[in-house]
């Protein structure tokens, strides 16, 4: 080997080596949830004063208000929400990154909808804070125009029509490559380590052509954001289905740099109000084989989940330390969420610290 080869291999293990080493150091994050995609539940205080109980979702808020009452509550809301406070504390709590969920209408907003311009300074305000303070970000497609999901969640309830039209995948696709290309540039290189395809699309009541479309759109948008951003991880959802149906987005080396995103709740659906407070705290072992198959394949995450249980269950740090120690196993977790505002301690990272639940500055060990 020449010196010059060796010289510019160098070169490339220097620039190839990421800010966050995904897979040895395990991500601690919180989501920034109900900042901007509005989720009424998080009990984001003000926004929802005054209004008819059925007006659930920002789509329909921004509708039922009218542009200008709208944006004056969501500007006040992205303005409070989310503060550099919070972050500094967020970090001294031994958190590392950032999930920040954001929807298509940051970027770009098809003529007609009703949704309010200006929530992409926001996504760069918290990266720059990011940045500061020393944390990664993770900025996550949470929001996608016809909505993969049909939760409120996704900025828009009901149907799921995101699967349906190739304009929804256009757009989609068009947001993507502009986040890309934004977070791209030297300065944010380091910060925004990893863009989320989509959050939480779902398969159920079509799965056949939906999970080839969802993987029609994996495709493309990933070929669009590497065409922008040569470095940061691109992370995929689960669907809710079995891991194994995403290793393909390893073995395929049209693909790389990869992570996969699974979500674990114990809670919403009906098959959790059989559950003991002992079975819940003892469910994260299960998932320790799938979990340590999964990486080994693909860095992979639980980038959602929370203490809440449909029963009362006392002692959430050992629940808290059931998950993350198993999560660990993996590439690492990412609570939802940040705060609540309504007290809701079980999804609130910060109360759970201050009540001594989450302690992240020991080592985290599940009984498995
Ligand atoms: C991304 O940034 C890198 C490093 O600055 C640069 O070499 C590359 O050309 C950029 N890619 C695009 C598509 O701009
Ligand atoms: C967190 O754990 C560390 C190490 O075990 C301990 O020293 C510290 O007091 C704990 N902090 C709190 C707030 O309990």
Redesign the pocket.
């Known amino acids: 080997m020449s010196k010059t080869t060796i010289f510019l291999g160098l070169l490339l293990a220097i620039s190839c080596s990421w800010a966050w080493p995904y897979g040895e150091t395990p991500v601690r994050g919180v989501n920034l949830g109900g900042w901007l995609v509005l989720e009424k539940w998080i009990g984001v205080p003000n926004v929802y004063d005054g209004l008819p109980s059925w007006v659930n979702d920002e789509w329909q808020l921004c509708e039922y208000l009218g542009y200008q009452e709208a944006e004056r509550r969501l500007k006040a809301h992205w303005e409070s929400w989310v503060t550099e406070n919070d972050i500094i504390q967020l970090k001294n709590a031994g958190i590392n990154h950032l999930r920040i969920p954001f929807g298509y209408w940051a970027l770009e907003i098809p003529n007609g909808e009703p949704w309010v311009w200006g929530s992409w300074d926001y996504v760069m305000r918290a990266c720059d804070w990011a940045r500061k303070h020393g944390l990664q970000v993770m900025i996550d497609f949470h929001g996608a125009p016809g909505s993969q999901n049909g939760n409120d969640h996704s900025g828009h309830a009901g149907e799921t029509a995101f699967f349906y039209h190739d304009s929804n995948f256009q757009l989609s696709t068009r947001v993507l490559g502009q986040v890309a290309k934004i977070f791209n540039a030297s300065e944010w290189r380091n910060t925004v380590t990893i863009i989320q395809l989509l959050n939480e699309p779902v398969l159920w009541d079509d799965y056949n052509y939906r999970l080839d479309r969802l993987k029609q759109f994996y495709r493309m948008s990933y070929d669009e954001v590497r065409k922008n951003n040569d470095i940061a991880v691109v992370a995929v959802h689960d669907a809710f289905i079995s891991s194994d149906n995403w290793y393909y987005l390893r073995d395929d080396p049209h693909y790389f740099w990869v992570m996969l995103d699974i979500h674990y709740y114990q809670v919403f659906t009906p098959e959790w109000s059989d559950y003991t407070c002992e079975q819940h705290w003892a469910l994260p072992c299960r998932y320790v084989n799938g979990l340590r198959q999964a990486n080994a394949k693909l860095w992979t995450i639980v980038g959602e989940w929370s203490l809440a249980t449909p029963k009362n269950c006392n002692n959430q740090g050992y629940f808290a330390r059931q998950q993350m120690g198993v999560y660990e196993v993996a590439s690492g977790w990412v609570m939802w969420t940040f705060k609540h505002g309504a007290g809701w301690s079980e999804w609130d990272f910060m109360a759970s610290?201050r009540n001594?639940w989450i302690?992240?500055?020991?080592a985290i060990t599940p009984q498995c």
């Open positions: 610290q001594g302690n992240l500055s020991g």
